[in-house]
């Protein structure tokens, strides 16, 4: 079956499954492959679980009519989604950047959900497989597209531009992350700056942080719209405050908005101004703007406050790399609040590098001086000095329960893997 008749088919039945124990009936199963699973196998039970029919890239797993044989049923999945997002035509906006990119992607879809029908990635389902999935969750009635892509090795957001084909990039910066992939920060600016090249090459328009020295300069040539803390910019902004939450300014023909957000820690500035830049530039009302950015509320352990019985929680278990980590700590040291404890976990996936990275977090916690640190894994077991250190999160967890921390506040932070959202459940 050629490309064509693939989308004719995905035109009748509208829904795709990549996951064999939830296909709704009548959609189109794409039996994909992993390290740990070969969705050939699964084909079967694809089909008599509701799918319509079933995309195989192994000629043993055919079951009559309803398999379709391809080469490569994920490549099946990219161009298929491809060919949706160029039959629709709607203006698509690519996400990308080291840290903040859900956050920022969840700020714009607020704000642009004000006027527009949008479409936004869910969740972080920013990757190879994500970015199809998502496209093809599109129908004639959506306005507008907001596609967050992620990256962990060179060349990862050359491929999901060539899928996504977006008119507009954001980068939101460039730190030292997944350098056991990318091999230096060269490395990480490059890959994500394999948006703004697609966009140079397709004369599309990028929404840049203009304080940003490394990604003005990747955008040479672009058309720019420029948001920052500095007259000259389309979207100007300044930190007002953040005890604990966010309160910032920005100016729109002289008359001053200010808003006060549900984001902790003011490194979340540049997300918010990246909002009021793409609100501006689609003539959303200024009012809106404020409003979508004040009610916005993060989830699933980005930067979340909470309040228990008996402390203060600031949640960041998400993501972690050196740039993030250093941010939330210098945030968290600057808080007018006392006592402060700090829980981490490893910054993963740093490469041979990592015992230094987390090293350089152990002298800034020095530095800080909080009343209490907790910390776990093997690299921070390695560096920790004279700070408690854990193996693992279990053991971590476990003297936590001892110590009985009453009336704190507390940053938590780590790597995903890390498992710290079972830290917080106790605190």
Known sequence: MDLNELYELFLHHGKVTTDSRNCPRGSLFFALKGERFD??????????????????DNPACQRGERT?????????????????????????????G?????????LLAAVLASKFNILA????????????????????????????????????????????????????????AHLEGFGSFEGVLHTKGELYDYLRHTRGTVFVNQDNKDLMRIANGLEQITYG??????????????????????????????????????????????????????????????????????????SQYRKTDRN??????????????KAALANFAALPVRPKAVVLGDMLELGPTS?????????????AAFDKVFLCGEHFSR???????????????????????????????GSHSMGLERVAAEL
Not at 76 to 94: E, F, N, S, T, Y
Not at 261 to 278: D, M, S
């Open 229 to 302: 803390q500095h007259d000259g910019a389309f979207a100007v902004g300044h930190v007002v405050g953040c005890n604990p939450f966010l309160t910032f300014d920005w100016k729109q023909q002289g008359k001053v908005h200010v808003v006060e957000t549900r984001l902790v820690g003011t490194y979340n500035l540049e997300n918010v101004l990246a909002a009021v830049a793409v609100g501006r530039y689609f003539k959303i009302p200024a009012e809106r703007i404020s409003r979508a950015i004040a009610a916005y509320e993060p989830t699933n352990h980005r």
């Open 383 to 413: 560096t920790a000095g004279n700070f408690p250190a854990f193996a693992t999160t279990a053991e971590m967890l476990a003297a936590l329960k001892k110590e009985n921390l009453e009336g704190y506040h507390i940053l938590i932070k």
């Open 355 to 367: 015992d230094e990275w987390h090293a350089d977090v152990v002298r800034q916690l020095r530095e």
């Open 121 to 176: 990635t869910e969740g972080n389902l920013n990757n190879q497989i994500g970015v199809p999935l998502t496209l093809l969750r599109l129908t004639p009635d959506h306005e507008m597209a907001i596609v967050e892509m992620g990256a962990s090795h060179p060349g990862d957001i050359e491929e999901l531009v060539h899928i996504a084909a977006p008119n507009y990039g954001l980068i939101t910066n460039v730190g030292c």
């Open 39 to 56: 969705g050939n196998q699964y084909a079967a039970k694809a089909l008599d679980a509701g799918a319509a029919y079933a995309i195989i």
């Open 98 to 106: 080291t840290n903040g990119k859900t956050t920022t992607k969840e």
């Open 68 to 96: 379709i044989l391809v080469d490569n049923a994920l490549t099946a999945l990219q161009q298929l989604a491809h060919r949706h997002r160029k039959a629709l035509g709607l203006p698509v906006i690519g996400v990308t």
């Open 312 to 325: 203060t929680l600031i949640i960041d278990a998400y993501n972690a790399n050196p740039t993030s980590m």
